[in-house]
């Protein structure tokens, strides 16, 4: 289970335009998308471990947090979007062109993302 932090990150990433804040927004959003009734519960337990886990690298909310603690006033929709998971594959795009995270191979956001990626595409069309 991921640790819960006292203090979350703030204010922009490093060597990217976005703050924590829009990241964990990007994290609540997939959280969402996986909800979806199409979704297996095995794979929606998976994918749950896995945002949770980018959370606590990052030190940021994890994502049920965020839907119900918001740090952004509006937060930026990068998932699903009447029903299509070609837009959670685009939304898990921007953990690496976005927000600068799971782009090195070999580290466990790199295979983190890729499961993630994994999943989603078993549920697009």
């Given amino acids: 289970m991921p640790a819960v932090f006292e203090v979350y990150n703030e204010g922009k990433m ?3 335009d976005f703050t924590y804040e829009e990241f ?8 969402l998308s996986f909800t979806d ?7 929606f337990k998976k994918a749950t471990e896995i945002l949770k886990g980018f959370a606590e690298r990052k030190k940021v909310q994890p994502p049920e947090n965020t839907l119900e603690n918001p740090r952004v006033p509006r937060l930026r929709s990068y998932a699903l ?13 921007a953990f690496w062109h ?12 790199r295979e ?5 990626i994994e999943i989603a595409r078993k549920y697009s069309s």
């Avoid at 964990?24 to 959280?31: K, P, R, V």
């Avoid at 998971?85 to 795009?93: C, F, K, P, Q, R």
């Fill in 14 to 16: 490093p060597n990217t």
């Fill in 24 to 31: 964990e927004g990007l994290l609540a959003n997939c959280y």
């Fill in 37 to 43: 009734k199409r979704v297996s519960r095995e794979d």
């Fill in 81 to 93: 979007n009447e029903g299509s998971y070609s837009e959670i594959l685009d939304a898990l795009g």
């Fill in 98 to 109: 976005d927000f600068n995270v799971g782009g090195e191979p070999y580290t466990k956001d």
């Fill in 112 to 116: 983190e993302r890729d499961k993630l």
